[in-house]
């Protein structure tokens, strides 16, 4: 018996084989704690939502392996960076936001004032309607006008 391993197959996919030879298809990287540790403990999960394999520490995996986990999160994430708030449409809400994104120009619509959450380590994390998250990362680095909207609304 050896270690557990990780490649892709000839379709793309994650084929994970256990120590014990046991060989699991199509699984994917869920992380345990994806905004207060992102860094942490993962699992590897089968199609069916089924934990295949948990990892405590992804850092202390193999380089190759480590790669392939860090290719398929990087694929599977998306959580746009707010760099400016540019417009509010009113200051209660429901309200439509234009923000600039490092990943370009968005408008999303706010609920509710609970969809800005402040996390543990000074982010702020705003979820849209649709349910798409969108983090700032240091509120206080952001321009004068954005952080006065954004101060509306905390």
Avoid: C, K, N, Q
């Amino acid at each position: 018996m050896g270690t557990p391993t990780l490649e892709r197959d000839a379709h793309g996919r994650l084929l994970l084989t256990l120590a014990d030879g046991t060989r699991h298809e199509d699984v994917h990287p869920v992380r345990a704690f994806p905004l207060s540790d992102a860094a942490g403990a993962l699992s590897l999960v089968g199609p069916d939502g089924h934990e295949r394999l948990w990892i405590d520490d992804p850092a202390a995996l193999p380089p190759p392996m480590r790669a392939l986990l860090d290719a398929e999160l990087a694929a599977r994430s998306f959580m746009p960076s707010i760099e400016a708030i540019v417009a509010v449409s009113t200051f209660t809400t429901p309200s439509d936001w234009t923000v600039d994104t490092d990943r370009g120009r968005h408008t999303l619509v706010l609920g509710g004032e609970e969809d800005i959450r402040r996390l543990p380590d000074g982010r702020l994390l705003v979820t849209d309607r649709h349910g798409i998250a969108y983090v700032i990362a240091t509120p206080a680095a952001l321009d004068r006008r954005s952080r006065r909207l954004l101060e509306r609304f905390l």
